[in-house]
């Protein structure tokens, strides 16, 4: 185990340079500069800007200056908001974008899997469809748009939850539903696929002939098999959930890191584009080692080291 | 394998119990809070706005764009304030002397005036602030406001010391600056939030005292109570303010929501006291009794680059710029009531006599599709045009800049028969093509940095950042040089006067709009002053 972790660590780091380096090299091949106002700043203030933030350097200092930011964890002060470094940024956003995606992926995997078991135990009848189509709606509406809808409806009409901002429990209520519906969707649709699969298999039958409780052999016997395809694809959902995101928390002015991933790149806030990116890719290859080793759990059959001799 | 399974789960839970605990402890909080509101909401008032943002940055030398100076216009003050009419009056400097030849100013400071933290606002507080505004290390992207000061430039690019800048403290309370040139819009341009002072004390002990709610120190009418970064900032009338009796709001409550429908819909179940129209609301909205619409000073117009055929013919520049309706297109595209442009002078400036310089200088550019024509084929004849080059259109990529660059190219096919191709491109691209003399035909967007039409009219002198059409003209710029250093106000005001006319003559950029400010407001808030140059201010607003 311990070697199959250290190989993975090893991966991770050679992955996270290939991405900062690709990152790099498109962050100073596209053109633009922070410093670029419509205003139009004269040339003095711009040499000064550029100087004040080694952008006058040539590339190869600029790029070993990155990586040593990267070693260090230190990606220095954001560009855009001078009185802030990056990792304020980061540090303040995070904590924020973790608990609204935390809350949002037990709120879709909850209800999307309990929607998908429903769905496959009732197979071709009402509940089946109901449920079904309330998935399709679901993948279907984008979240920005039920967003809206929400904010109008609850908030605005019935006065039952803040419209936005992120202060309490009930600030959370409309994010927390507008983003969990699309993941809830996928995962419902994904259980009640696996779930009519596994649910033929000889073993199902033969818990059934022994006389189990229906409730037992979905728990103990389906569930379990079911859930793999699900775990599959929480590995990614889970990074990209838990690091924020754009629309939702720009609709809900939600103070997340979701944000700088977008407007770090169209401002060319060089130091925030290379934390996020760092921060996001070293995130998501955890995740995915994560589910990795949670397949271990779920199927005995998958074996993540060769045991001695073989 | 068991023990690891349960491990993990472990960890799970306590992750989302600790997610959880922090929420309940947000979520105590927000109860005190609405608690306190709600006892004392009779006596209490307090003002719910929305500022979009976080603001780049509280130090005045650094903080150069409209979030920051929402706030900071409010928590500080320079040598002048903007009055309800706009225009520069005495603040933390009682009165001031201006030298004969115009070009030194002398600040006597209020015995009165204070720092939040009770410290007397110092004449050296100025000094620093300025100093630091136009010293290189800083940065500041407003360091060129500075240049009208004498040795500002020097020091700015290098050449010269922090000492060459003419800017000295005699005493504890009077200033001294000298100018480069006379400049009669000095009062103006040290209103702007780049000039507020320093607390020279508290920024030597902590340099980074603007970065956070305790450490910051204000002169202004309001002081910063909270400052949730990212989530909102709450600022309280500042009991040492030597006019504290003015300000009648006890609070402002800032919120950050970057998104003008949600602003609105928080508007609407009243946790903001006023709001912008959503874009697409405006035909509902716009002609509503609760709606404000205030000028502000600023251009909407297309440049022409001079150095890409077919432009370098002025006639067919104007057959162009004639060939476009501007009352049509804030009729029916923009929809926000800006007033179309004919000039390119914003309304809301009057020179000495009185006189608004719209007024004075009139229609320049007019709608006239038939001299448009007319025009258009005298320029292709004298260029030996059997065939007008092909034009394109550029702008940078967003909905409202489409829906009028389409516009344009409706009117250039219907009332010129030519047709000209749309490209529209990301920001900063744009932004660097355009500074590169590389479009032919692009967008732009001018905002007012202080209240004197020369801050417009000198982008189109030779060489200036602000150009971009490759137009030079020798008598402009000496205009434009004179209309920066003449000391009779009156002449100063002619030659603008004349700028501006040569201008439309030459025509190297055509307007379509001024800009203007629209909010919503809740029946029960008045004095919320908004002025052209963009800086808002607070101090007279009250809420009943």
């Excluded at chain 1, 649709?189 to 229906?214: C, F, H």
């Excluded at chain 2, 050296?124 to 602030?129: I, L, P, S, T």
């Excluded at chain 2, 509503?288 to 150095?307: H, K, P, S, T």
Aim: with cysteine.
């Amino acid at each position: 185990m311990l070697r199959y972790i250290l190989k993975r660590f090893a991966m991770m780091v050679i992955t996270i340079w290939i991405i900062v380096t690709l990152t790099f090299i498109l962050m100073v091949s596209i053109p633009g500069s922070p410093f670029n106002e419509e205003r139009g700043t004269n040339e003095t203030v711009q040499a000064n800007l550029e100087a004040h933030y080694n952008l006058d350097e040539p590339y190869y200092i600029q790029y070993l200056l990155y990586l040593k930011s990267i070693v260090t964890f230190d990606f220095g002060p954001s560009i855009k908001q001078p009185t802030e470094t990056v990792n304020d940024l980061l540090g303040r956003g995070f904590p924020v974008s973790f608990e609204l995606g935390i809350v949002t992926i037990i709120v879709a995997v909850i209800s999307g899997i309990i929607l998908g078991i429903m769905a496959a135990l009732r197979h071709n009848k009402l509940i089946d469809y109901a449920a079904m189509s309330f998935a399709v709606l679901g993948i279907s509406i984008p979240n920005f748009v039920l967003a809206t809808l929400l904010i109008q409806q609850l908030a605005v009409n019935l006065q039952l939850f803040p419209p936005a901002t992120w202060s309490s429990p009930a600030h959370m209520v409309l994010p927390v539903i507008a983003l969990a519906t699309g993941p809830m969707a996928i995962i419902a649709r994904l259980t009640r696929s696996t779930m009519l699969e596994v649910l033929t298999q000889d073993y199902i039958k033969m818990a059934r002939a022994k006389g189990l409780t229906p409730w037992k052999i979905v728990v103990k016997h389906a569930l379990k098999n079911a859930l793999m395809p699900v775990v599959t694809i929480l590995g990614t959902l889970l990074a990209s959930i838990l690091t924020g995101t754009f629309v939702i928390e720009k609709i809900f002015a939600i103070p997340g890191m979701g944000k700088y991933f977008v407007e770090s790149i169209n401002q060319r806030d060089y130091p925030v584009i290379m934390g996020t990116t760092v921060f996001y890719s070293a995130f998501l290859i955890f995740m995915l080692f994560l589910v990795d080793i949670a397949y271990g759990f779920l199927d005995p059959r998958i074996k993540l080291h060769k045991k001695g001799g073989e | 394998m068991k023990k690891w399974l349960l491990l993990f789960l472990a960890a799970l839970t306590f992750t989302v119990l600790a997610a959880c605990t922090a929420n309940k402890d947000a979520g105590k909080k927000q109860d005190d809070d609405s608690g306190t509101k709600g006892e004392a909401a009779s006596e209490e008032k307090v003002l719910l706005m929305n500022n979009g943002e976080e603001p780049s940055s509280l130090n005045p030398p650094e903080g150069f764009d409209s979030v920051s100076w929402n706030v900071l216009n409010n928590l500080m003050e320079g040598m002048t304030r903007l009055g309800k009419d706009d225009k520069p009056e005495a603040a933390t400097a009682e009165s001031w002397d201006v030298s004969e030849d115009g070009k030194t100013y002398t600040f006597h400071i209020r015995e009165d005036a204070n720092w939040s933290n009770g410290d007397p606002v110092s004449a050296g507080d100025f000094e620093f602030a300025w100093k630091q505004l136009l010293d290189p290390e800083t940065g500041s992207p407003a360091a060129f406001l500075g240049y009208f000061i004498e040795g500002g430039e020097a020091f700015n690019n290098g050449e010269g010391s922090a000492d060459d800048v003419m800017v000295t403290a005699k005493d504890d309370k009077t200033l001294e600056v000298t100018l480069k040139a006379p400049t009669g819009f000095f009062l103006h341009v040290i209103s702007n939030p780049a000039f507020f002072p320093v607390n020279e004390k508290v920024a030597k002990e902590n340099p980074e005292w603007y970065a956070d709610a305790d450490s910051f120190v204000a002169n202004g009418p309001f002081k910063m109570e909270t400052w949730e970064h990212d989530s909102k900032i709450v600022m309280v009338k500042n009991d040492q303010y030597w006019d504290k009796d003015t300000v009648k709001l006890d609070k402002v409550d800032w919120a950050m929501v970057p998104q003008t429908n949600t602003e609105y819909q928080m508007f609407q179940s009243n946790e903001l006291d006023m709001t912008e129209i959503p874009s697409d609301m405006a035909d509902q909205l716009i002609d509503g009794d609760d709606v404000v619409i205030e000028d502000q000073a600023g251009l909407y117009f297309y440049r022409f680059n001079v150095e890409k055929e077919p432009f370098q013919n002025v006639k067919i520049r104007k057959a162009f710029a004639m060939a476009v309706d501007q009352n049509k297109i804030v009729d029916f595209v923009t929809k926000n009531k800006e007033e179309a442009a004919h000039g390119f002078v914003s309304p809301g400036f009057t020179d000495p006599s009185g006189t608004d310089f719209r007024e004075a200088n009139g229609d320049l550019v007019t709608f006239d599709p038939e001299k448009a024509k007319q025009l258009l084929k005298e320029g292709m004849e004298e260029e030996g045009y059997d065939k007008l080059p092909p034009v394109t259109l550029t702008y940078s990529t967003d909905e409202a800049h489409k829906a009028i660059a389409e516009t344009l190219q409706n009117m250039f096919s219907e009332n010129l028969g030519v047709d000209v191709t749309l490209e529209n491109t990301e920001w900063n691209v744009f932004s660097e093509d355009q500074k590169a003399l590389k479009l032919q035909l692009s967008r732009s967007t001018f905002l007012f940095d202080y209240g004197d039409p020369v801050n417009f009219l000198e982008s189109f002198i030779t060489g200036s950042t602000m150009n971009r059409t490759g137009w030079s003209n020798e008598e402009y710029d000496k205009l434009i040089e004179k209309a920066k250093t003449e000391t009779d106000q009156q002449k100063r005001w002619d030659y603008m006067y004349e700028a501006e006319k040569l201008l439309a003559e030459e025509m190297p950029i055509f307007p379509i709009h001024y800009y203007n400010q629209v909010y919503i407001y809740k029946d029960n808030i008045s004095g919320v002053v908004r002025h052209p140059v963009g800086y808002l201010e607070l101090k007279w607003a009250d809420k009943e």
